[in-house]
């Protein structure tokens, strides 16, 4: 079975600087997709970045980028120039498709929190 | 345009008491997700409908469970003879193609507490 650990449960940093956010993940598949959520206070989970396995260059979006290592079953998340609006609880997520279900498997998640 | 909307967004019930609740996914949208947030716990897979394919039922934690998928657009999810350990919120997505292809978008969750 496929597990996700985020081993941090909780990190602060201050505005404008730079934090990561660590995820690993078990499996024997060679195709899957990682995935990094936000659920802000309000609740409403929304996607962040995500990354296909086959794809060998880092997925990034604006501020957000990840650091995927395929051999080490890492996918580490790093926000740059934090902003206030980047607190929230952030969940790693893993997905191989397998018969056609999309099952995603998720960390506990981890609680960041910017500091003015 | 409007996204995925959960009703109710709270409800408490009474240990043994059937409960239902629904998803309104966003229109077209053949993907639908449903999920459980315990207090302090990740997310857990529950179900997964595509189209008019069998939906994967894999996550459902016991035959108290059962959801189905109207017309290929809302979704309830019925709990049967609830029990206290049922209290979480419960999350329903939705995504045009699938996770593959597409992103899925989260409604705002229905709070399910069993007293």
């Known amino acids: 079975a496929q597990t996700v650990t985020q081993s941090q449960p909780e990190m602060s940093v201050q505005e404008a600087e730079t934090v990561t956010l660590s995820c690993t993940y078990d499996?024997?598949?060679?195709?899957?997709?990682l995935f990094w959520y936000k659920q802000p206070p309000s609740r409403q989970m929304i996607l962040v970045i995500r990354?296909?396995?086959?794809?060998?260059q880092n997925a990034t979006e604006n501020r957000f980028s990840v650091n995927f290592q395929k051999a080490a079953k890492s996918f580490s998340l790093k926000i740059s120039d934090s902003q206030l609006g980047d607190t929230a609880m952030y969940f790693c997520a893993f997905m191989a498709p397998q018969g056609g279900s999309e099952k995603l498997v998720f960390g506990k998640g981890m609680k960041l929190t910017v500091n003015p | 345009g409007a996204g995925v909307s959960q009703s109710p967004s709270n409800k408490v019930t009474e240990k043994g008491k059937d409960v239902e609740l629904r998803c309104d996914p966003i229109s077209g949208h053949t993907a639908l997700y449903w999920y459980r947030q315990s207090l302090g716990q990740g997310l857990e897979f529950l179900i997964y409908f595509q189209g008019n394919s069998a939906p994967d039922k894999s996550g459902l934690p016991s035959d108290r469970f059962s959801a189905e998928r109207t017309g290929g657009s809302v979704s309830t999810l019925t709990i049967q003879r609830t029990q206290q350990e049922d209290s979480a919120v419960y999350l329903c997505?939705?995504?045009?193609?699938?996770?593959?292809?597409?992103?899925?978008?989260f409604g705002p969750g229905t709070r399910l507490l069993v007293l």
């Open positions: 997505a939705s995504s045009l193609l699938g996770l593959i292809q597409e992103t899925q978008y």
């Open positions: 990354q296909e396995a086959y794809k060998q």
């Open positions: 499996t024997s598949e060679n195709n899957y997709y």
